[in-house]
């Protein structure tokens, strides 16, 4: 099912409500186990050269700019296998925006271009300072709700490089008493990704090169489907993660609907195209 983004409500989370948002979660996560997921975060400080876009060096640029940046925003939706969203009895359903406060745009890193779009998009990032959600209480949280370490949910992002580069530097952070940085080698983080999410992960932007026409960013393959763009909140964590999920519905209903047509792409992240070892 996709719904239009106006039908959807975005429960936006901030430190007051993030342990009640996260008893939600638990309480439907067994129903909903297929989970998109979205970041904000200030931009790409570090570029690549483009004669050096393999694996391991993009691993190197992406790892330089998560060592030294915070997370703004995680945007997670969840959904059953016909793509319907928690309601919690009512006729509204329902999707997750956190938002963090780590970040101060007056003192770290970050790419201005991408901080001033935010803000065109609607970013307060003083209320983030003042309202945001500790990322080592998020992890902690995240580790008892039920979306770690659980081989039944499969994960959807759209170019989700620094998506799971952001979420395992917090992770491992917490768990592993690691320093703040990813691991030197990309075969290593990949482990971790796989240790925390899975193997069933899934790359739109990897799939969408095995789908004739489509490319390019996520809101351009969004508008080639043909999907309702009513209500969309662009780089907003929630509504991105979204529109990530029906873009990945709709792609597997045209490209990928035999049984065993998707499951060959699990575990490959665009740009860093080793497979997360089963």
Known sequence: MTL?????????????????EFELIRSVIALYPFIS???????????????????????????????????IQVGLTLSDSNGNLPTFGTSNRFIWEFNFCEFDVTQHPHAPHSIALLQRQGMDFEKNRKF?????????????????????????????????GYMVK????????????????LCDFLQLVKFFFGYRVYDVKHLIKFCPYLHGGLDKVYDSLGLDNSGRRSHHAGSDSLVTLHVFNKIKTLYFHTQFNLPKHAGFLYGLEIIIAN
């Open 132 to 164: 945001g959600v500790s990322s080592v209480r998020f992890a902690e949280l995240m580790m008892l709700s039920g979306l770690l370490c659980n081989n039944n949910i499969q994960r959807i992002t759209f170019h989700g490089a620094y998506d799971f």
């Open 170 to 185: 917090i992770l491992s952070q917490r768990f592993f008493y690691m320093q703040p940085f990813l691991p030197t080698n």
């Open 4 to 20: 239009p983004c106006d039908s959807v409500i975005t429960r936006s989370v901030w430190s007051y409500n993030l342990e009640s």
């Open 37 to 71: 997921m979205d970041t904000e975060f200030p931009g790409v400080v570090f570029q690549s050269h483009p004669s050096f876009r393999q694996p391991q060096n993009n691993y190197a640029v992406m790892k330089a700019n998560v060592d030294i940046m915070h997370l």
